[in-house]
């Protein structure tokens, strides 16, 4: 650690318009504060309110995600080390916010992630409005819990479709990414 070059990573930062990351445990009181200070950067650089709301909601969505996920499954010990951690960015590119993050997953959990969210990506403004209405009616939750409200509420927000990936590991897991892009004003 002590050739740990903090200088050059401040550099990528910059270059990418991070403006907080947070890579680690994620708990209620980690949203909390990080939810925070995500409220408070927003408002010290005038944006206005309705992408403030929207930027903190798909934090919010993104970070419990992280949460729910490492406290969902049922973790062995040595691999609690790997899947407890998430990553979670919000960056601003020209006229955009970018909120993205970032966990370890289970490789058999990856089919049914892409599939849910290449369904919504799909979906124009309308169809995620009728989606989200159906979903919040249904009386059947999601296999993991949820009735898939997320991914639809963060595609409403965003200006472009949600950006993800899945990269598969040697090892049996995976690298899950997604990102949302929202209009800065």
Partial sequence: MADFDLYSLR????????MICFNGPFSHSVIEELGIAVRKYLESNDAPKNCIADVFAVFIEQAQNLKNYTSSEPFSEPELAR???GTLVIARDADRYIVS??????????AALERTLSSVRELDKVKLKALYKERLRSASPAANGGAGLG???MARKASDPL????????DGSAYFNISVSILAG
Avoid: H, M, P, W
């Fill in 11 to 18: 550099n990528v930062f910059t270059e990418y318009g991070v």
């Fill in 83 to 85: 899947y407890k951690n």
């Fill in 101 to 110: 993050s970032g966990n370890f997953v289970r490789d058999e959990d990856c």
């Fill in 151 to 153: 991914f639809i509420d």
């Fill in 163 to 170: 950006a993800f990936s899945v990269r598969r590991l040697a």
